[in-house]
């Protein structure tokens, strides 16, 4: 089992940045892929981007690509999201995932893939 734990969210002007971390603890963090997605109110949680346990596969939402960049250190537990050129729409709660697997090469999109989650963390970005 892992547990995930966000930091970085707050208030950003429409155009700035933010780096979003992920901390993980527990089992080997190399054994798991991540992912980030998000839930603006009244929205469902929605796919952002996602990261191979190797860190060779990233996949992004249409919305987002571009803009912001997902990495990993496997050797401090921690999966990040670089967000640059932030938008109004870009506001929500951002939540870490992540998924066991045994391939190097596997990043998942879609929500019901992911076993474990964090307690999310509100980026809030004003127009």
């Known amino acids: 089992q892992v547990q995930l734990v966000e930091s970085g969210g707050g208030l950003v002007q429409a155009g700035g940045s933010l780096r979003l971390s992920c901390a993980a603890s527990?089992?080997?963090?190399?054994?798991?892929?991540m992912g980030w997605f998000r839930q603006a109110p009244g929205k469902e949680r929605e796919f952002v981007a996602t990261?191979?346990?190797?860190?060779?596969?990233?996949y992004y939402s249409d919305s987002v690509e571009g803009r912001l960049t997902i990495s990993r250190d496997n050797a401090k537990n921690t999966v990040y999201l670089q967000m640059n050129s932030l938008k109004f729409e870009d506001t929500a709660v951002y939540y870490c995932?992540?998924?066991?697997?045994?391939?190097?090469?596997?990043?998942?999109?879609?929500?019901?893939?992911?076993?474990?989650w964090g307690q999310g963390t509100q980026v809030t970005v004003s127009s």
């Open positions: 995932a992540g998924f066991s697997t045994v391939l190097n090469s596997v990043a998942y999109t879609t929500r019901e893939r992911y076993d474990y």
């Open positions: 990261i191979s346990r190797s860190g060779g596969r990233t």
């Open positions: 527990g089992r080997a963090f190399s054994t798991y892929g």
